[in-house]
Each structure stands twice: as structure tokens, then as C-alpha cells.
């Protein structure tokens, strides 16, 4: 874009016009990849963390929560896990992985995030 | 890794069972030769042997966290402190001449007046200069902690320990502070901040005792665990050395109470290969 263009009031009335003159639009990918891309992001998401879980959490999310616990035995010790948790939450990837992190360093957590996740 | 800390502690069984061999000696003769080769030889051999691993594996520690990670910088300190106290060792063993290849000591003698003699400069590397860089680390780590909120509120019993301790330190100090006026080398100098230091490292060592606790038995916890023993040790070492020059102690409870730096070198050892079996179970283990 031009710098004169930028006077204009249309561009400052509609933020989102910059975007719609470079950018192009989801048009190009096809739903069923953005359907995909949009369930393997949302099972992810389902995975690390409990915002907008649902009241009863999935088999996966299970899982995920019993070698997580498993691993914060190890690691730390068998009262670790009641110490760091927040009252009534089951422990996720996303509040167990500054922990293991900070302790671990950073690539050993990513190669404990992999092994909780493995065949999931 | 994890047979690693093994090694550390069967090496230390082996070495004391050889050194209470010296001590029966000793007791039923009197003399002193064979426990004084038994410290001399074996033991030097012992400490360099424990911190050369201390520091092989802080290093190794270090290297397993980013440059950006705050725990990089505690294993660098830690790592600096291991290997002060082998230089510390390896420095009074040159100069008291105790090590097997040869007495360069005569070659090395410092000319200057900052240090007394070159064991005095062991002293002050392997002791001061060690403590400051292992507090800057655990000060390190203690603030991860508190971020985590790990560390508990301290008992009345913590308590009391801390007050005996600064109280110790100042008084401590209020003896020595008086003596700058008669110009002491630098190196007795340095010396006189053994007790504050510790008294530091003693502190510090409650802290990270209260997060051990409640954190439990698992690797991380039980390397922290092993510096809070070291720590304990070094301080119960410190005292027996004070109840010595003091004449509370009788011959062979001194020559009992020597023993007890054999156990802190193994558990300054312990503790980075702890931090590295828990680092290395993520590569090793399986999830089922």
C-alpha cells in the first residue's frame, strides 16, 4: 500500500481493509482441509488445556491427566502434583508444563510432552 | 543416571570401610601413620574424584537448558562451585604434597603477602569463593520455587534454627571485624566469610528443604535434597572442626569426626546426577 492511500478515510473508517488488499482470503483452501485443520486444533486445544471442557472429560483427556501425574511422581515427588493444582482441577499439559519446564529445561519437556501424547 | 548415584554411594561405602580400617589402626596403636596416609592419599584421591564429577555433571546439567532459561544460569554457578572446591583441593594437596605424582609445591610457593601459604589459597578458593557461587545458584533456584509457591511457610523449629544461625554469624563476626585493625593477609580475610557464607548457604538450605518437603521423593526433589544434606553436613563438619580447636573433642573423636567430609563431597555429587536422571527419563522412558 501506499503511504498517500493511507489518507484516505475509507482506509481509516474500515481497519480490516489493509488485510482484504493484501491478503488473500480463506477462499483458496478448500472447507473440508479447514474443517480438518479447525478438529485437529480444537482436539489439541481439548488436550492441553480445561477451558471449555466439557463437565465430564474425555477418555483422551484422561489419559493425558493419569501420565501426567505419572511423570510429576517422578520428577518431583507423590505430593508435588496436590501442591501445585489449583483446587478441583485435574491436571492438563498447560498447567503442568511451566513446571517442567523451569526444572527440566526446555527440551526435555517437549520430549515428555511427546511421550504424553503418544498414541493419542 | 540413576546408577550413577549409585556408583557415588558404593564408592563411598568402599572408600569408608577402607578408612575405618585406618581408624582401628589407629585406635589399638595410637599411631597415626596409617590414618594420616589414609587422608593424605586416599582421601585427597576421594574429594578430587567426587568433585571432578560434581562438576562434570553441573556442567552437563547446564548444557541441558537453553541460554534463556533461569536454571541454566543456577547449573553455572553450581558447576563454578564444584569446580572451585576441586581447584581448593587440589591446591592444598600440591602444597601439603600429599598427591602421588610428585611435590611441585616447592615450585608453586606464592611470593606475595595476599595469601599465607599456598594451602591458605586452597582454603579460600575451596571454601569462600566456592560457598559465594554455590548461594548465588540455590538463590537462583529458590526464586524458581517461590514462583511455582513451592516453598512452605518455615516451622517454629525452622525458625529457631535461622535465629541460632544469624546469631552465630554476628558474633562471628563481631570477633573477627575487630582484628582488621592488625592487617591480615587477604587470604584470612576472605577466610572469616566462611561463617556468613554458610550461615547463607545454611539458610537457604532450610528454604529449599521446606519445598522438598512438600514436594516429595522424586528425582528433582531428591537433588535439592542432596545439596540441603551437602549443606548440613558441611555445617556439622564446620562445627566439629570449632569443638576441635575449642578442646571439646578427644583424639579419636577427632580423628572420628573427619570422616563426616567424605559423606558431603558424595552428596555434592549426587545431586547433579539426580537433575540428570530426571532429564534423561524423558528420553528413556515409555508411556503406557
Known sequence: MKLLERWKPRFWNDPLESIRETESGPEGATAAGLNDLQAR???WSHLWGQEGEPALPSEAQELVARRLSRWMERCFGQHAQGTLRSEGNRISLASSTPIFTAFLGRRATRELSRRVLQDI | MLRLVRWIWILLALHLTLGMIAYAHFHVTGRYSLLGWYFGGLGTLFFLVMTAAEFCLAIMCRSCFDSDEPMRLAWGMIACAALARLAGTLLRAISDGHLPWGDWHRLLQPSGSLFVSLSQLGLVVGGPISMAFLAVGLGRVLAIQRRFRLIGSLTRGDQALLILVVAFSISQLAINLPLLGKHPSLGTAVLWLSD???????????????SVLRMGQGLVAKCWGMFVLAILITTAGDAGIWADNHNFLSASMTALSWYIWFFAAAAF??????????ISLTREAHEH
Open chain 1, 41 to 43: 486444533l480444537n482436539h
Open chain 2, 196 to 210: 556468613p557464607l554458610l550461615s547463607l548457604l545454611l539458610i537457604e538450605a532450610i528454604l529449599v528443604r521446606r
Open chain 2, 269 to 278: 555429587a549426587s545431586a547433579p546426577a539426580y537433575q540428570l536422571a530426571a
